[in-house]
């Protein structure tokens, strides 16, 4: 049976609602993010057929990534820290060295593996490339599929 994205898109409202709608067999696919999947794909009740990070995420190993099948294919979830533009700069030092610290702490990176993150360790101004390089990406999708705000 082929997936039917029609009705998954008439029934996601919201990522639990079409997490919801997968889990029932009211629709047939979704991408969704790890962390909310993950305990649903460990108990068995929805299959991964990819995930959508450029490479493979340890958490799934056996899982492929989108981009095996499709080159340069890339579209994760991500999170970070941010603090008001003007922020003096050793404040946004101190944040990026305990936030760095915590992190790097055995216990919250497995932690973070667990529920489906990837930690990324970097400096301040890592954080600002990837935010200008993410922005710049789907700006490009949202130009190219002519996307409009409703």
């Known amino acids: 049976m082929a997936p039917d994205f029609t009705s998954l898109s008439r029934i996601a409202g919201s990522f639990s609602a079409a997490l919801t709608a997968v889990l029932s067999g009211q629709a047939d696919v979704y991408f969704v993010a790890s962390s909310s999947s993950l305990a649903f794909i460990k108990a068995g009740k929805v299959r991964p057929l990819a995930v959508t990070t450029a490479m493979r995420w340890s958490g799934l190993p056996e899982v492929p990534a989108v981009a095996e099948t499709v080159p340069g294919y ?24 305990e936030i760095n610290a915590a992190l790097s702490d055995p216990a919250v990176s497995a932690r973070l593996t ?8 970097g400096s301040p ?26």
């Open 74 to 97: 890339e579209a994760s979830v991500w999170f970070g820290v941010g603090a008001p533009k003007n922020t003096p700069a050793e404040i946004i030092d101190k944040l990026g060295r």
């Open 114 to 121: 667990e529920i489906g993150g990837t930690v990324m360790i």
């Open 125 to 150: 101004a890592d954080f600002s490339k990837l935010i200008v390089e993410e922005t710049e990406k789907w700006a490009k999708v949202i130009k190219f599929a002519n996307i409009k705000v409703e």
